[in-house]
C-alpha cells in the first residue's frame, strides 16, 4: 500500500488519541521511527500491523478500527488536496459509487503501483442500490462501511447498509444501502 495509508492512520491515532498512543502502537507493530511517505510502496503488511497493533493498544477490535479509519480516509484526503476530485466524482451518493472505479483510475495515473479495489452498482432504485466490492486484500469490508458512513455526512442522507460476503461466482463483499433525505426544518 501507498505510505498515504498509513500517514493516515498515523493522523488518526494522533488525533484521536495523541502522539504517545501513535508511539506505541507504531512500536506494537514493530515499525521505526521514521516517517511514511505519502509516494512511497509499503508492504501491505505494514498497514496490518499498525492495525493490529492499534487493536491491542486501544483495546478495540480490528472491524472498529477499520470502521473509524473508513470514516476518517474522507476528511484525511479532501484536506489532503484529492477534495476536488472527490466532489467531481459525483454530486449524489449513488452517481458518487458508480463512479468509484474511475475516481480510482484517477488516482492511479499519479500511483502508478496502486491496486485499487473495484466496486460495481446495482439492483438501483430512486432510494436504494447493491454495491459490490472485489478486493485483492483481504479484511477490509469494515473500512468501506466507514467510507460509507462519511458519504451519509456528504451527501446529507440516512443510510441503511446491510454487509454479505459472497462467495460464488467470484467472491467479493456486498452492501445493500437504502437511503432516505432528512426531512426539512
Known amino acids: 500500500m501507498y505510505g498515504l495509508i498509513n500517514k493516515a492512520v498515523e493522523g488518526l491515532v494522533r488525533q484521536r488519541f495523541g502522539d504517545a498512543t501513535w508511539h506505541r502502537i507504531r512500536e506494537g507493530a514493530g515499525l521505526a521511527d521514521e516517517p511514511f511517505l505519502s509516494m512511497e510502496q509499503y508492504p501491505d503488511e505494514t498497514t496490518y500491523a499498525l492495525v493490529g497493533a492499534a487493536t491491542r493498544e486501544l483495546g478495540a477490535s480490528s472491524d ?62 430512486s432510494s436504494s442500490l447493491v454495491l459490490h466490492y472485489y478486493s485483492s486484500r483481504a479484511g477490509l469490508a469494515p473500512l468501506v462501511l466507514g467510507i460509507l458512513e462519511a458519504l ?20 467479493h463483499d456486498v452492501f445493500h444501502l437504502k437511503w432516505t433525505e432528512p426531512k426539512a426544518a
Do not use: C
Open 152 to 171: 451519509q455526512d456528504r451527501f446529507q442522507v440516512k443510510l441503511e447498509m446491510r454487509h454479505e460476503r459472497v462467495d460464488a461466482p467470484r467472491p
Open 64 to 125: 472498529d478500527i477499520l470502521k473509524e479509519f473508513g470514516r476518517f480516509w474522507m476528511t484525511y484526503t479532501a484536506e489532503l488536496g484529492y477534495g476536488e476530485l472527490l466532489r467531481s466524482s459525483g454530486k449524489t451518493l449513488p452517481e458518487f459509487l458508480r463512479n468509484l472505479d474511475a475516481l480510482h483510475t484517477r488516482v492511479q495515473m499519479s500511483m502508478n503501483h496502486l491496486r485499487p479495489p473495484s466496486f460495481s452498482v446495482t439492483d438501483e432504485t
